[in-house]
């Protein structure tokens, strides 16, 4: 299978340079003005100098504002046989069919930065790829770098987006404020900021078990009248962290429904 990239910074490059890796891509070129060329991946700085070639997936990961002008940009030849998959938050099937010109299947994808790592999480959604085997030729790339899930209505894509696209960022968030509050309590930084991380990586491991119940594992380290409850304690009271959580994530879904409408 050989992809062109459009666009090949963080998250084009994570893909393609992990596909490559893994072996289920023989071939990446991409179509970047800025990008340096690291890796085995083929750059190119404008769509006139590609290579007159056949390409299975044209992966579009440049920012969202930019998707149509970069797609009209690419000579026709580019779709004789390609899938277009766009990775750009925002950007509708009907946006993307459009700049294509309906010459290719299209299919969304919203993954997230640990498929750096290839714990990623990806959505997937598409109206116009039906053969089976092409789907699950496209699931089987993304879960080469973690977890890949198709979904049946676009819409649910604003979600995905809320929930796994940007919740990368939450996270860190949250582990930057315990470990300030470490260094505060009297750690030094470095080992604040690796018992921040850890945790999180302990408790991640731990919520992906089969079968884990997130409210179960919580209250197998909340002995009651014990430290962990005393926190806890403060996180629920007056529901305080999950009014915080949903209208945070609320915020980045209604930004993505902004996005696929332009503003
Ligand atoms: N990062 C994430 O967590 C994440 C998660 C899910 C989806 N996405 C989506 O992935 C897309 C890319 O995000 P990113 O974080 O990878 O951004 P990024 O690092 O800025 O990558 C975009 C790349 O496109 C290049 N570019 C600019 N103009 C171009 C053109 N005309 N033709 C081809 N390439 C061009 C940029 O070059 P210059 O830097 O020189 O402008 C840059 O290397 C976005 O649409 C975003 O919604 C990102």
């Known amino acids: 299978m050989n992809v062109l990239f459009l666009g090949y910074g963080?998250?084009?490059?994570?893909?393609?340079?992990?596909?490559?890796?893994?072996?289920?891509?023989?071939?990446?070129?991409?179509?970047?003005?800025?990008?340096?060329?690291?890796?085995k991946a083929k750059i190119f700085r404008q769509a006139a100098d590609l290579p007159h070639m056949r390409f299975d997936l044209v992966v579009a990961a440049v920012k969202p504002a930019m998707a149509s002008q970069v797609i009209e940009a690419l000579p026709v030849e580019v779709w004789d046989r390609a899938t277009l998959v766009s990775v750009m938050a925002g950007v509708s099937c009907d946006e993307l069919e459009r700049a294509s010109g309906s010459r290719a299947p299209v299919v969304r994808a919203?993954?997230?930065?640990?498929?750096?790592?290839?714990?990623?999480?990806?959505?997937?959604?598409?109206?116009?790829?039906?053969?089976p085997a092409a789907l699950e030729r496209v699931r089987n790339l993304f879960g080469a770098v973690g977890v890949a899930v198709w979904v049946n209505e676009e819409s649910q894509m604003h979600a995905i987006t809320a929930i796994s696209g940007s919740g990368p960022a939450y996270y860190h968030l949250f582990s930057e404020a315990l470990a300030d509050v470490g260094v505060r309590l009297g750690l030094p930084h470095e080992l604040s900021a690796l018992l921040a991380?850890?945790?999180?990586?302990?408790?991640?491991?731990?919520?992906?078990?089969?079968?884990?119940?997130?409210?179960?594992?919580?209250?197998?380290?909340?002995?009651?009248?014990?430290?962990?409850?005393?926190?806890?304690d403060v996180f629920e009271a007056g529901g305080a962290l999950r009014a915080l959580v949903q209208s945070a994530t609320e915020a980045a879904q209604q930004r993505s429904v902004e996005l696929s409408q332009g503003n």
Request: hydrophobic share 40%; net charge negative; glycine share 10%.
């Open 10 to 39: 963080k998250m084009g490059s994570a893909l393609g340079d992990a596909w490559l890796q893994s072996g289920w891509v023989k071939e990446v070129v991409a179509l970047d003005p800025g990008a340096s060329a690291t890796g």
């Open 110 to 131: 919203m993954p997230n930065t640990p498929v750096m790592v290839n714990r990623g999480c990806t959505g997937l959604y598409s109206a116009t790829l039906t053969d």
């Open 197 to 232: 991380a850890n945790t999180a990586l302990g408790a991640a491991t731990l919520q992906c078990a089969p079968e884990a119940d997130f409210a179960q594992l919580r209250r197998n380290v909340t002995s009651p009248n014990g430290t962990t409850a005393a926190a806890i």
